[in-house]
């Protein structure tokens, strides 16, 4: 016998069934072939059915639990593949390998129908950690076939549009350009004659203008045969609507079933008490449950429902780090929005969120702003019989609630270094006490200030603020907005 196999196409179901009880996706599933101590490529030759070492063939299909590695073989003598029939692989190393993927089986198959109906352009997007670049790389597994260059391109610097199009000119051996409009002609004409695969993931990670989206939105427009996906947090100018060659997903958190199945894999058992209240706080973020999983099994002994008592979120760094990159680019008018729904913390309606903006704002812009909020999947939207109310998704109230207690409190250490209230941005604009309310929740954020402040100032901090407040002086209601009430309440407490 050679001492060489292939999968047979009955053998590769098989497989195909064995790696998705896993959470594996078919080659970007990094401890697959480490475990087979192979290659990345290895393993996507096996895939496309094309002869491998016996040894690494019988270990690919072990380390998915296949040990009867005979009913996988296609075991009869046959002509190897022609390589021309399959895809060539071309800059493909920044794409990130992957842990596991759970789900999503609708959003494949609609990606599937888009690409296969030709779709010229496809956005996708959702919060940070949700899940779109595992979802591109599952979908690029079981449409590879039908190109024949895939090129992936990772965003986490600023790039202009130049070197983007001579960074893809070089990955389909062509030559540089220095002109925008010469290298997009020559990049189209490679998508004219070849059916190319493009994916940018990360795309509204590098810069807060639409240049970059504004660009492949003119490469929609031109007629050829290739597809570019791109992923980004907020909706992107093109996509406001899908058409025939242009569509947008947006992602939302994995369903109970699926995220229960991560969990799983995670070493839970699936029967423990606060599972899926644990899902619901995350709201089926894959990250977030990735990452919180730990600080449960070491700390609470793997104990779900004594977590879910303490009434917090763990938010790791790495998705900490992703958000606040997303809210470092808010404007003005949305930092205030989202400031107002974390001292809320729950949902409001938007004519009551209106009432409390300190500068009277027209109700068009307000609205165009929670508009935005919603396109960066930043905003829940919670509808009743009688009005809309919008709220933070937990994972981002807990990081702006945060940011916003340490921005407030390095405002009072800068006045108080200055001697200038105009240092008091947030305490001017916010009211840190939830409006209407005396309970322990409405005066959450202001006790947390208060904390950190004490920490600061220790016993003194009642005879700083008395200070600051005198400063406030004859000044006009508007320059002084909020601050009298801050103050106040913040330097009331036994």
Known sequence: MSNSLKASSTGLEIVDKARQRLGWTKTSTARWWQDAHTSKATLRRFWQGDRIQKEIFISICAVVGITNWENIAELTDVNDVNIDNYPIYLDWYEAPNLESFYGRNEEILQLETWVKAGCRSINITGIGGIGKTSLVLALVDNIKSQFKFIIWKSFHYPTSIIDLLNNLLNALNQKNVDNVQAGSFQLVQHLQKHRCLVILDGIDTVSRNSELSDFVQKLSLYRHQSCIITTSREKQNYTEVNTKTVANIKLHGLSKTEALELLKCRGFTGKELGLLALIQLYRGNPLGLKLVTPFIQSVFAGNVAEFINQNTLIVGERLKIIIKQQLDKLSELERD??????????????????????ISVDPGTVLLGIVELENKSLLERWVSDHETSFSLQPL????????????????????????????LQILRTHWLLRPGTDDITGERIINQLREKLKRVYGVSLPQILAKISLLLGNKSPLSIGYMACNLEVLGNYD
Do not use: C, G
């Not at 938007?350 to 409390?356: A, D, V, Y």
């Open 337 to 358: 929005i989202i400031y107002w729904l974390a001292i809320w913390q729950e949902p409001i309606s938007f004519s009551r969120l209106q009432t409390h903006l300190l």
């Open 396 to 423: 981002v109230m807990k990081i702006v609630t945060d940011e916003l207690i340490e921005n407030a409190a390095k405002e009072i250490q800068r006045v108080t270094k200055h001697q200038d209230i105009s240092h």
